[in-house]
């Protein structure tokens, strides 16, 4: 029923994209053209070629070239360089690593909180990132999410959580602080990088493990636009690059299987791309889609039907992850339906697959959902129990 990634994959892609908390995946490494250090304010990325002595540099897809000098203090600050934009839609093309290349979306902005997912070829992950004047760190992250969905408040701010800080003021070469144990500075101020969107004028952010290192990218107005991580044990060398591709703030596709009864005790399916942007909300899509918007042409909920809300709990997938959804009182509408348990069915299955849950709880206005001859839920039996035989795979 659900998208299965093993906790090995889920590791790797991890390490790769882990800057901006944005996953460190074993695999990401430096770019070996030259280390950044406080003896050199920036350096000059140069995306179409490499220009490192080192092997490694010459067969990535992008690198660095040699250090230039650059101002020291910017008068930008933290915001400018990790903006909240809506719509927000980036590719990157990764080289090095299988899962280096990554979509990244901006789900949600709220007050100073960005929900943010990132999806290799192997896993998607969310993030929630608290963006201030004086810094941007990473609050949450949860791994197997899919789905467009919004936390709530206490989500975001109970989690104990290693609190991951990706850039802190003040904006000046050689400030340094700790994340989550590893160490950050300021490396470079209107570092020039270039990518196929554009030039950009970059603070460089290098992190320091114990045997590598990573320099992040970010440009004024855009965010992050380039990754370089290496090896620093020559022992095991790696490099891993991860460069901006393709850049759109008109939001994205959003890919939902619908499931629908297709004759007796038979179910097909179709997989729909519907447009997203930040902040939509996903009551609304499934209501249109459960309406008929469909490529399927099938209707399994009449106009005067809504879905109130949906919201999920605190629970990673396999591990408790709940859905709940909240109908209005024309639902009912359904037991008047000779296929009313089948549509009932199928609402739940493409509800509870497109974000990975493992329960699902529906309410009417609310309260337990009853339909006469259809369903009976009470507070012992709140879940709603989608029969196998719906998912026709």
Known sequence: MKKKVTWFLLLSTSLV??????F???ADVYDESEVS???HASSSVDASASQSSSQAESEASSGMSESSVSEEVSALGVIDYFPMREGYQAVFAGDGNEFAGFTRTY??????FLTMRTATGGTTTLEVVAITPDRAEVLV???ETYSHEELTYDMITQTGEPVKTLIEGPIEVGHTWDSDGRQREITGIDVPVETTTGSYEALEVTEYGEDSERREYYAPDVGLVYVADESTDPDATYLVTQILAQLSFEGWGETITFYYPNGENRFEQVTDTIQMT?????????????QGGNSADQQLMGKSVEINTIDVNSQNPGQGKTVNIDFNEHIRKLA???QGKAKLDAIMASIQQYYNADEIRPTIEGEYMVIDGLVTLTAEKPLYLVPEDVYPY
């Open 17 to 22: 994209l882990g800057s901006c908390s944005w």
């Open 24 to 26: 460190n995946n074993a």
């Open 37 to 39: 250090s406080t003896n």
């Open 107 to 112: 789900d949600f902005i709220r007050d100073d």
């Open 141 to 143: 992250t949860k791994p």
């Open 278 to 290: 930040t902040n939509d909300k996903m009551a609304l899509k499934f209501t249109q889609l459960f």
């Open 336 to 338: 008047d339906d000779p």
